[in-house]
């Protein structure tokens, strides 16, 4: 008997938003996107505080934390860095937390 092949995740965007927010360096931008699977569950996504004023390189994405290539990582001005993954509700509370400490921040 042949094996099966497996049916591909169909994922639906569900979020795709940008945000412009005041800042002490100038004004940034929190971009957020997010996909479901079938059954609702955020498998995507991809959470970024752009500031050319703070950043300049990496397209002025200051912090970032996505999971586009398979696993969840986290960008600051430049770097990446893997991290241990946790409920897509965590992570935006701690994205959220490091936007508002780098938002009075007036360089890196």
């Not at 957020?32 to 955020?42: A, H, I, L, R, Y």
């Not at 703070?54 to 969840?72: C, I, K, M, P, Q």
């Amino acid at each position: 008997m042949a094996a099966r092949k497996k049916r591909p995740v169909e994922l639906v965007k569900i979020t795709d938003e940008a945000i412009i927010v005041r800042c002490a360096a100038g004004d940034g931008m929190i971009r957020e996107e997010m996909w479901e699977d079938q059954k609702g569950n955020t498998v995507r996504y991809n959470l970024a505080f752009i500031n050319f004023h703070l950043f300049s390189r990496d397209n002025g994405r200051v912090l970032g934390y996505d999971t586009a290539h398979g696993y969840l990582h986290r960008h600051f001005a430049g770097t990446v860095e893997i991290i241990e993954p946790a409920p897509f509700r965590v992570i935006v509370v701690r994205f959220l937390s490091e936007v508002d400490e780098l938002k009075l921040r007036r360089r890196l």
